[in-house]
C-alpha cells in the first residue's frame, strides 16, 4: 500500500529556515499532484503547497514568498523550503500524495515544525 514518509521538521528561531522532504513509495506509478498542508493546535488543516506533474505550482497566500516546493517525479519525492519562519508557521506539517490510478489522496503521518525564540 500507499506510504509517505517525512521528515526535516524541527525547531527553529524566528527568521529562520528548514527544508521538509516527503517520499512515497508503493503507488506504482508516477504521481499526479504532492503537496503539503499544515494543521496548528485548535485550527483547520491548510494547504501550503501543491506541485503538479507537469510542473505547476500553487502557495498559500501566507506562505508566499517566504517557501518554494519543488519534486522529482522520478522519485516520487516533493520538498518544501521555508525561509523566514515565523510563529504562526508552527504546526503539524502534513505530506500528501495523489495518484490517478488510485483516484485518491494519500498523506503521510506528519512532521513537526516549531518556530519559537
Known amino acids: ?11 527553529v528561531q524566528p527568521g529562520g529556515s528548514l527544508r521538509l522532504s516527503c517520499t512515497a513509495s508503493g503507488s506504482g506509478s508516477a ?13 483547520e488543516r491548510e494547504l501550503v503547497a501543491r506541485i503538479w506533474n507537469n510542473g505547476l505550482i500553487n ?9 518554494t ?32 490510478r488510485l483516484g485518491r489522496d494519500y498523506w503521510g503521518q506528519g512532521t513537526q515544525v516549531t518556530v519559537s525564540s
Open 1 to 11: 500500500q500507499v506510504q509517505l514518509v517525512e521528515s526535516g521538521g524541527g525547531l
Open 31 to 43: 504521481f499526479y499532484a504532492m503537496g503539503w498542508s499544515r494543521q496548528a493546535p485548535g485550527k
Open 59 to 67: 502557495y498559500a497566500d501566507a506562505v508566499k514568498g517566504r517557501c
Open 69 to 100: 516546493i519543488s519534486s522529482d517525479n522520478a522519485k516520487n519525492s516533493v520538498y518544501l523550503q521555508m525561509d523566514s519562519l515565523k510563529p504562526d508557521d508552527t504546526a503539524v506539517y502534513y505530506c500528501y500524495a495523489y495518484f490517478d
